[in-house]
C-alpha cells in the first residue's frame, strides 16, 4: 500500500500541485518543503532544524513530501523512509512557461507564499539565479534530470515503487489511479 511518497522534480514541474492532490485523495498528511524552509523575508531556516522539521513529519506512518533539497540532505532523509518516489520529469520548455506564468500571475495579484514572501519585478531582471525564479529554472533543470535519473537507476532505490512521469497527460493518468485506488 502507498503511504509514505516523495514527489520530485524540476521547479514548475508540478511537484506541489501532485503532491496536494495525492495527500487528498489518500487522506494523509503533506510537507511542503518550501513552506518550511523559506522563513519570513525569504531567510532560510538552518539547515540542523530544517532537517529536524523533515524527520519528525516522515516519523509519521503515512505522508506525503514534496520537494527536493538535495543539498541540505533532505532527500536522504525522505527516500529511505518512503515507499514511493514520484518524479516529474516534464519538458525544460513546459516547467520554464509554468514558471513563467505562475511568478508573473504572483507578482501582479500579490499573492503571498511560505511565510508571507512575495516574488517581485526586479527579482525577473536579477542576473544571479539564486534570486531569480526564471534563471534558477533554467540552471537547474539538467541538474535535477541527471540527478533523479541516476537514483531511479541505483539499486540503492530498487526496493521504492519508482514512478517516472514525463508528461502532463502521465500526471493526470497518475493522479486518476491514486484518486481510484481504495
Known amino acids: 500500500m502507498v503511504e509514505r511518497i516523495a514527489v520530485v522534480g524540476s521547479p514548475g514541474s508540478g ?45 509519521r506512518d503515512a505522508w506525503v513530501v514534496d520537494g527536493n533539497y538535495t543539498r541540505q540532505g533532505i532527500t536522504d532523509l525522505v527516500w529511505p523512509q518512503a515507499d514511493t518516489v514520484v518524479w516529474l520529469d516534464l519538458p525544460r520548455s513546459q516547467t520554464m512557461r509554468r514558471v513563467g506564468a505562475r511568478t508573473i500571475r504572483r507578482i501582479f ?25 526564471l534563471l534558477w529554472t533554467w540552471a537547474r533543470y539538467d541538474k535535477v534530470k541527471q540527478q533523479y535519473a ?8 530498487s526496493d521504492l515503487n519508482r514512478v517516472r512521469l514525463r508528461s502532463q497527460e502521465e500526471a493526470d493518468a497518475f493522479l486518476g489511479s491514486v484518486v481510484r485506488s481504495p
Open 15 to 59: 511537484k506541489s500541485t501532485v503532491a496536494s492532490a495525492v495527500s487528498v485523495a489518500l487522506g494523509i498528511p503533506h510537507l511542503e518543503l518550501d513552506a518550511v524552509f523559506h522563513l519570513p523575508g525569504w531567510a532560510e531556516l538552518p539547515a540542523g532544524e530544517f532537517r529536524d522539521v523533515v524527520r519528525a513529519f516522515t516519523d
Open 150 to 157: 541516476q537514483r531511479f537507476d541505483d539499486p540503492q532505490w
Open 109 to 133: 495579484r500579490g499573492e503571498k507564499l511560505w511565510n508571507g514572501n512575495q516574488e517581485r519585478w526586479r527579482n525577473l531582471f536579477d542576473p544571479r539565479p539564486e534570486e531569480n525564479i
